[in-house]
Every structure is written in structure tokens, then in C-alpha cells.
T-cell receptor, first 115, second 117 residues
Framework: EADIYQTPRYLVIGTGKKITLECSQT?????MYWYQQDPGMELHLIHY???????EKGDLSSESTVSRIRTEHFPLTLESARPSHTSQYLC??????????????FGSGTRLTVV | AQKITQTQPGMFVQEKEAVTLDCTYD???????LFWYKQPSSGEMIFLIY??????QNATEGRYSLNFQKARKSANLVISASQLGDSAMYFC??????????????FGAGTRLFVKA
């Protein structure tokens, strides 16, 4: 059973629409992340959070924004979707694990298509 | 700047045989962690194994082992006794500053593994 949940799993939306991708985790992890991944390609960090009310932009420039009002919730918003935003968005969280350093737990991802 | 290189876009292996997926990395930080993740066609990312830069022994997790050669800056994943369910994309990843709270991870481009029956 997943400990980190992303909704929706798939989304097809028209250009110019505002969308919010949801991510919630039940593990109490302080650190959360959003990665963008084109099919079969590497992951690029677009946003991360140290904890509540703390968010930072990642290494890949993104027109999206995030918020972290509650520990368990880290939504990503696109104010005006464009075809170039078509991609898979993966949410993750982390804590220290003795057997895995700061191992990430990933959600199932949201596959976004903007038409 | 930190960097992860996976030079094998695709690999084939016969069921029940062992396979090695290559990964080299570049960092100037003496404290770092190396990770391998599996991504099946369904899209989720599954953490497989972790190696810390100060760890003396190679990490092992069931059928997965990490061949860590620090001087060569390589962290190859070895999967023993391949199974059909091992067919997936495999990503090597690195995080710098492990001992000072660093938590941003970068990923390589991935290797797609095909296991043949």
C-alpha cells in the first residue's frame, strides 16, 4: 500500500487552463520533492521543501509553483498550462534510513498532457 | 558540479543470468550517497539500494549488489539471477553532503533492461 499518493494519475487538459497536481504522504517526512520526467528520460528536480512553509526551486526551471502548508501535503500548480508542460510529474518524500541514507519514497506519478 | 553518467541506454539479459548496469559519477564532495532506483512501465520509482561514500563494504540487498569503486568513481548495479519482472528502467542517482544534511538528489539518464525468457 502506497505511503505517498499522487492524484490524478493521468490528466489531459487544454492550453491555458489552471491545474493543481496533488501529492500527500502519510509518513511524516519533512522533506518533499517534485521531479519532472519526459518518457524514458532522466528526472529533473523542479521544486523541493524542507518542511512547512519552506519551498525552493530546483535545478530545472519550471513555470509551476508549490506550497507546503501542512507536512503531509505538497501540491504543484500550473497557472496556465501549455503543451510544453506535457510530461510526467513525480512527487517524493524522504527521511534518513539507516539502510538507505536519505532514501526517497516516490508516488505513482501524474502523466500530464496539454493539448 | 555533480554529475551521473549511465552509458548503456538499453541492455538485454537472459532470464536467470546476472547483469551489470554501469554508473559513473563526478563530485568534489567527499561525503555523498549513491542510489539505484527501478522504474517499471507503470511509472513509479522504486528504491533498490544505497551506498555511502564512507562505507567500506559494497552494499547488498537480496539479488541486488552495488559494485562501488571509489577511485574510479563508479557504482555499478549487479542483478543476480535475473527475473522477467526485472524488466524496467534503472536509474543511478547521487546526493552530495550526506553528512551535513544534503538531500537534493540528481539522477542519471537511465538504462532500460530487458529480461528474455
Amino acid at each position: 500500500e502506497a505511503d505517498i499518493y499522487q492524484t490524478p494519475r493521468y490528466l489531459v487538459i487544454g492550453t491555458g487552463k489552471k491545474i493543481t497536481l496533488e501529492c500527500s504522504q502519510t509518513m511524516g517526512h519533512d522533506k518533499m520533492y517534485w521531479y519532472q520526467q519526459d518518457p524514458g528520460m532522466e528526472l529533473h528536480l523542479i521544486h523541493y521543501s524542507y518542511g512547512v512553509n519552506s519551498t525552493e526551486k530546483g535545478d530545472l526551471s519550471s513555470e509551476s509553483t508549490v506550497s507546503r502548508i501542512r507536512t503531509e501535503h505538497f501540491p504543484l500548480t500550473l497557472e496556465s498550462a501549455r503543451p510544453s508542460h506535457t510530461s510526467q510529474y513525480l512527487c517524493a518524500s524522504s527521511e534518513y534510513r539507516s539502510a538507505g541514507g536519505y532514501g526517497y519514497t516516490f508516488g505513482s506519478g501524474t502523466r500530464l498532457t496539454v493539448v | 558540479a555533480q554529475k551521473i553518467t549511465q552509458t548503456q541506454p538499453g541492455m538485454f539479459v537472459q532470464e536467470k543470468e546476472a547483469v551489470t548496469l554501469d554508473c559513473t559519477y563526478d563530485t568534489s564532495d567527499p561525503s555523498y550517497g549513491l542510489f539505484w532506483y527501478k522504474q517499471p512501465s507503470s511509472g513509479e520509482m522504486i528504491f533498490l539500494i544505497y551506498q555511502g561514500s564512507y562505507d567500506q563494504q559494497n552494499a547488498t540487498e537480496g539479488r541486488y549488489s552495488l559494485n562501488f569503486q571509489k577511485a574510479r568513481k563508479s557504482a555499478n548495479l549487479v542483478i543476480s539471477a535475473s527475473q522477467l519482472g526485472d524488466s524496467a528502467m534503472y536509474f543511478c542517482a547521487m546526493r552530495e553532503g550526506i553528512d551535513t544534511g544534503g538531500f537534493k538528489t540528481i539522477f542519471g539518464a537511465g538504462t532500460r533492461l530487458f529480461v528474455k525468457a
